[in-house]
């Protein structure tokens, strides 16, 4: 390993799941042996083939991870070890899907190096799982945090999805109420994306009044940042809450705009400033990596304001915000200078929180991210 490999995130997607659910739009296909073993061996070889670099941490995504076998991710563990440099105390998280017939293996996560599970529960009301398509009972989820904390795992994420048709504000409550007494080191409350293509966007298409007012969202999310605050949880970024020291450190090196090193089909990878996404044909994946040739996919190289916009956008999401001394360092732009506008029209909105040293969302403006963050993009125009 030369002294010029990049440092930070190592992410491999698992794209195969037991079932499809129909909200979700990522690289994902049902389960096939044949089509998921060779799969795996095409992952094996694209890390065999990948650039140097140093992971600060690892993350397995999908698609349901454990779906394969407990043993297949610890071989990948191991296999990313011996290829990568894999910093002292690194971050090793996996997502799995909380269905108990899959949850097995915990013992072996930990002695491969797992540190960190993120349990995609989405709900804990029976009703909105079934409308979610997940098959997962809320005891389900209990069961498999207890299997956890059995194991010896210290740091547990939940994912909680608001929004959801046929939602109140209520169920939702509950539904917090019902993680926080699972005490998970950290949450995840996401809002419902209705994604093109997807029979839930058939389904807003025959039926819009099933699906949550903007208004109905905004009180969900609200209730989800007091009451998660309130049980002592930080509220680090626009859809996370950690309790201290428990922050997402992969996810962070997203939002810091850091490199990052995506394995495997639709991943996607920010180095040496240029970013690539792999393709999302399984098929044409498959065939390039063991093939040994370069995976299929799009590259983009930003430069100037427009790598300034987006990293102002990410770090937009984060309690810190924009800290304006190291930006100017790294993008070679005074902040409050070049962002004159923007800043002083959403300063005015009460979207934003301005100092001497930093630039943030205001609670009012983590309502409205997405129009705060067109604004500073329009600018880097």
Known sequence: MTTNAERGGLYLHLPFCPYICPYCD??????????????????????????????????????????????????????SRKRFNVLPGAEISTELNPDLALCEGFALYRRAGITRLSIGVQSLAASELQTLGRRHSPADVAEVVSRARHSGFDNVSLDLIFGLPGQSVESWGRSLDAALALEPEHLSTYGLTVESGTPYAAW???????????????????????????????????????????????????WANGAYLGIGVGAASHLAGARATHTRDLKAYAQAALGGGPIPGEIERLQGAARAGEAT??????????????????????????????????????????????????????????????AFLAAAD
Not at 338 to 348: G, H, I, K, S
Request: glycine share 6%; net charge negative; aromatic share 12%.
């Open 26 to 79: 990522f690289a994902k296909w049902p389960w096939r042996t044949a089509a998921a073993e060779r799969y795996l061996h095409a992952l094996e070889a694209e890390i065999e083939a990948a650039p140097e670099f140093a992971a600060q941490t690892i993350y397995f995504g999908g698609g349901t991870p454990n779906t394969y076998p407990p043993e297949a991710i610890a071989s990948l563990v191991e296999r």
């Open 204 to 254: 807003q298409r025959r039926d819009p009044a099933a699906f949550a007012s903007q208004d109905l969202e905004a009180e969900l999310y609200a209730l989800a940042i007091d009451r998660l605050s309130a049980a002592g949880y930080e509220h680090y970024e626009i859809s996370n809450f950690a309790r201290p020291g428990f922050r997402s450190a992969h996810n962070a090196n997203y």
């Open 313 to 374: 956008m990410l770090a937009l999401r984060t309690v810190e915000g924009v800290e304006i001394g190291p930006f100017a360092e790294r993008y070679g732009i005074d902040f409050l200078s070049f962002y004159a506008l923007p800043v002083a029209e959403m300063n005015e909105a009460g979207m934003l929180e301005v100092t001497p040293t930093h630039v943030r969302l205001s609670r009012r403006g983590r309502f409205l991210a997405n129009a705060v963050c067109a």
